[in-house]
């Protein structure tokens, strides 16, 4: 029997998404027979953690702290084992851009972009810049924060007018802002588990024009696919440039990759990574690991195992 801490709640925007991961995942623990612990991440955290003495923290964290490496590198400094990737890994996924930088860098298709710090606006006159990038992106373009996740303060500008008015919402959920080429086609999402793909899953949002904040968690209003209805080249191809991200990331236990089939092209670009994705009973991980006959307790077992020894 394993003492396991289940980290979750916390203070994101993504907090109650994570609670219902947390139960979920403490409900599995129970029943595998180990010996759990739910902490509500706040102020007490390392006080918790010192009272509980996991030999294991379960991280079912998202979003702001949880998934950036801050608690992380916490539970690094307190020696205490976790799940998922390390500290610089979830830095790298946590911020869009940086993670876009280095599948830039490694040849991994992800759509064109640029980025600027509220800084580039207020001190450096980038609205100048605009025109410019909006020649090249083309419209639509779509504004998003850098550092956000859940599909929360992502905007799509049709046309000039609408990118003052983007830059303003996302710039008021961090200081960082990504400008990005849209792509018109599927969603598709891989996820990864100790550095093998599992089946594509695609996302087809019901009703909304894109699949947003409200569609994702609501039961229903959203259709998952999974195994994606795609051709067997293109979901190989997803799983490859998965694992070819998960890589270069250098993510760890597991992670969910989310990607664009364009309609146009046929091209697969990654759009971003998720440390910690969702585990709850509408998430893609779960329903991917389902499909590739791996049940849940059996995934958070998994997930558990796979945590490393503390140095
Ligand atoms: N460049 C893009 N072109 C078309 N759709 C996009 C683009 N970027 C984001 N989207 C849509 O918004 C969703 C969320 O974007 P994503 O970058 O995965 O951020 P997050 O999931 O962290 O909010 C995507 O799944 C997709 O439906
Ligand atoms: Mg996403």
Same mark, same amino acid.
């Given at each position: 029997m394993t003492r396991v801490a289940v980290l979750k709640g916390g203070r994101s925007l993504e907090r109650q998404v994570s609670l219902k991961s947390g139960a979920r995942v403490q409900d599995a623990l129970e029943r595998l027979g180990h010996d759990v612990v739910g902490i509500d991440v706040g102020h007490d955290l390392v006080a918790r953690l010192r009272d509980a003495v996991p030999d294991v923290a379960f991280v079912a964290l998202h979003g702001r702290d949880g998934e950036d490496g801050t608690v992380q590198e916490l539970l690094e400094a307190l020696g205490v084992r976790y799940t998922g990737s390390g500290v610089s890994a979830c830095i790298r996924c946590a911020d869009k851009v940086l993670a876009k930088h280095h599948m830039r860098d490694a040849q991994i298709p992800t759509p064109d972009f640029f980025a600027f710090t509220e800084t580039a606006f207020k001190q450096?006159? *980038? *609205?100048?810049a605009l025109p410019a990038i909006e020649q090249r992106l083309r419209f639509p373009i779509v504004v998003k924060p850098a550092g956000q996740g859940s599909a929360l303060g992502i905007k799509f500008a049709a046309?000039? *007018?609408d990118v003052p008015g983007a830059l303003v919402a996302a710039f008021s959920y961090g200081d960082k802002v990504l400008l990005e080429r849209h792509v018109r086609g599927r969603d598709l999402a891989v996820s990864v588990l100790a550095g093998e793909a599992l089946p594509v899953v695609e996302a087809i949002p019901r009703e909304e024009d894109f699949y947003d904040f409200e569609a994702r968690y609501e039961i229903g209003r959203t259709d998952f696919v999974c195994p994606a209805q795609v051709a067997d080249e293109v979901a190989e191809r997803a799983q490859e440039l998965a694992l070819a991200v998960w890589e270069v990331l250098g993510c760890a236990g597991f992670a969910r990759v989310d990607l664009m089939l364009e309609e146009s092209t046929g091209e697969l670009t990654v759009l971003e990574v998720n440390a910690i994705p969702g585990l709850t009973e509408t998430s893609l991980l779960p329903q991917a690991a389902d499909a590739a006959g791996i049940a849940f307790d059996e995934l958070i077992e998994r997930i558990v195992a796979l945590a490393p020894a503390v140095a």
């Open positions: 450096l006159g *980038a *609205a100048d046309t000039p *007018a």
